[in-house]
């Protein structure tokens, strides 16, 4: 399964998540969302939603899925799946969190974004909330840093 998420671990190698608009104007770059191998990487995790095969413990407005953890086979980063429509439990993000986010259903954002890549900086810290539809997210965290915050 891991080889599903290859393309975006590729994009996300070595990024400089301290400048949030230029990390995301390069994983464009890098991997396109809109580009063909886009849409049918979108396509390939919705199949996979479907299947149950990710994102498949807990209910909506969240449910949840790990694909790995940080791993030399994953670049190091914890790969999640969630998929949306509501609130989340508010965490922090020690490294940073490079998210690749496709719509599901309706006119979704993430956290006022709209689908495709979003990243929060190191340090950062929010209440993940997805409005006006239905969202899948990878979560791609280095080094798996991520803390629950109450």
Same mark, same amino acid.
């Given at each position: 399964?891991?080889? %599903? ?11 400089? =998540?301290?400048?949030? %608009?230029?990390?995301?104007?390069? @994983?464009?770059? #890098?991997?396109?969302?809109?580009? *063909?191998? $886009? ?12 299947? $149950?095969?990710?994102?498949? #413990?807990?209910?909506?407005? +969240?449910?949840?899925? #790990? ?34 986010? =496709? #719509? ?14 979003? =990243?929060?900086? *190191?340090?950062?810290?929010? =209440?993940?909330? %997805? %409005?006006?539809?239905? +969202? @899948? ?5 280095? *080094? ?7």
């Amino acid at each position: 399964m891991l080889d %599903t998420f290859r393309p975006l671990l590729d994009a996300a190698r070595d990024l400089d =998540v301290s400048d949030t %608009t230029a990390a995301e104007a390069l @994983l464009n770059e #890098r991997f396109d969302p809109q580009s *063909e191998a $886009g849409l049918a990487l979108s396509a390939k995790l919705l199949e996979m939603l479907e299947a $149950g095969e990710i994102a498949n #413990r807990g209910e909506l407005p +969240m449910t949840f899925g #790990r694909v790995s953890k940080a791993c030399p086979e994953s670049d190091n980063f914890t790969i999640d799946v969630v998929r949306m429509n509501g609130a989340g439990p508010k965490h922090r993000h020690p490294k940073g969190e490079i998210n690749y986010a =496709v #719509r599901i259903a309706g006119a979704p954002k993430f956290d006022g974004r709209e689908p495709g890549w979003i =990243v929060f900086g *190191e340090g950062t810290e929010h =209440v993940p909330t %997805t %409005t006006g539809g239905d +969202m @899948l997210i990878v979560y791609l965290l280095p *080094e798996g840093a991520f803390e629950f915050v109450k």
